[in-house]
């Protein structure tokens, strides 16, 4: 089992930073990889970034790029995500998640299903 929380939501104006925290702890040792997703209400869960544990390589959907920067502490178990220039349509509530997925599947990393272990999930509000 997995555990994931997930911090550093809240309340930011249109143009701010936000950097998100998800601390892993249990076996994460079978997992190789961790990623965020956020969804808004009415809305379907979207891909926003991911890494591997044993990888530099980062991934990211387009309506983050240059917005957004993943990274990862391993001696902490802990993948940050970093945001600047937020806007009111990155308000959601953004999850942590972690799995094993196999390299080398296309899309692998950015599909919510391949993903095991889920966080609660941290809340951003972006106002205008």
């Known amino acids: 089992q997995v555990q994931l929380v997930e911090s550093g939501g809240g309340l930011v104006q249109a143009g701010g930073s936000l950097r998100l925290s998800c601390a892993a702890s249990g076996r994460t040792f079978s997992t190789n990889a961790v990623g965020w997703f956020r969804q808004a209400p009415g809305k379907e869960r979207e891909f926003v970034a991911a890494?591997?544990?044993?990888?530099?390589?980062?991934y990211y959907a387009e309506f983050v790029k240059g917005r957004a920067s993943i990274s990862r502490d391993n001696a902490k178990n802990t993948v940050y995500l970093q945001m600047n220039s937020l806007k009111p349509e990155d308000t959601a509530v953004y999850y942590c998640a972690a799995g094993s997925i196999p390299r080398g599947v296309v899309l692998g990393l950015s599909s919510s299903g391949r993903y095991n272990y889920w966080g609660q999930g941290t809340q951003v509000t972006v106002s205008s």
């Open positions: 890494i591997r544990w044993s990888s530099d390589s980062t």
